[in-house]
């Protein structure tokens, strides 16, 4: 007989050059975050004998969305997404906004909807808090953060101090494994810190051995991404070397550190 798996699990389907779509399974019954490409999660779902049941948005950049009317249509799978982009959201079923719940019965899950504008404007995050997982699409990087394309520093940085808020152990889920790179900024931006030095390490060679670098977690991140620690007087005063000017308060530094990392070319990938 088979017994109910305590849990939901989730697996990343890489999609394009380094996207990660998430897979969330229970049971026979699946949900996928930002299907940017339907086929990779058609064989899923074929090799896994799984039924889709929902389909979640986070933000309508081509790379997250690009697969859902073609799953949509042979799933039959509810869509969920920002009603703030729903214009630009073709399919969407469910219209969500800020403190919004999605649940997921047939996964035995429900998922706080969470608004994270500054990568773009509508874009919300996904949090489940039992079992603490974080999907964050583009906002909230290992090691980073998304660009800034339609969204001011200030707005990017509240939106990842709502995320940094979360539960130290919470799992984050993000679309893209930029971690080296962004660790290889992070190293020219603090060189002297032991803990980054450390990380980039394991990270690399996590990387080396062919494995993913994501999830993260929030403790980690809290500890070492800088878009999370722009209070951090050492920030201020690296940005002001780096700059040569004066940093008035920490929105100043975010926007410093975003510039900085917009034209950073990455020795590594
Ligand atoms: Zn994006």
């Known amino acids: 007989m088979k017994t109910m798996a305590p849990m939901i699990t989730v697996t990343a389907l890489p999609a394009f050059t380094d996207n990660y779509l998430w897979l969330l399974e229970r049971d026979g019954h699946a949900a996928i975050v930002d299907p940017g490409d339907a086929s990779v999660v058609s064989q899923a779902l074929a090799s896994r004998g799984l039924v889709l049941d929902a389909i ?25 997404g920002p009603r703030a982009e729903s214009a630009k959201i073709k399919g969407l079923t469910v219209l969500l906004d800020d403190g919004d ?11 706080n909807v969470l608004a994270v504008p500054g990568h773009t404007l509508g874009h919300i995050a996904y949090f489940e808090p039992t079992q603490r997982l974080l999907f964050c699409g583009d906002t909230l990087f290992i090691g980073g953060c998304g660009r800034l394309f339609e969204g001011t520093p200030a707005q990017m940085q509240h939106s990842l101090a709502r995320l940094a808020d979360l539960p130290g152990d919470t799992a984050v889920y993000c679309a893209h494994e930029y971690t080296l790179s962004n660790y290889d900024f992070i190293a020219t931006v603090e060189p002297d810190n032991a803990s980054v030095a450390h990380e980039f390490t394991r990270l690399q060679a996590l990387r080396a051995a062919g494995r993913a670098t994501v999830p993260g977690t ?5 500890a070492r991404n800088p878009f999370l620690r722009s209070s951090a007087p050492e920030l201020a005063a690296a940005m002001t070397a780096r700059t040569g000017q004066a940093m008035a308060d920490s929105v100043e530094v975010f926007a410093a550190l975003r510039r900085l990392k917009d034209g950073h070319v990455p020795r590594i990938r």
Do not use: F, K, N, W
Request: glycine share 12%; charged share 10%.
């Open 56 to 80: 979640l948005i986070t933000h309508h950049h081509p790379d997250h969305i690009g697969g859902l009317a073609a799953l949509a249509a042979e799933t039959g799978a509810v869509v969920y």
């Open 101 to 111: 719940q999605v649940s997921l019965r047939s996964l035995g899950v429900s998922l």
């Open 218 to 222: 929030i403790a980690g991140e809290r």
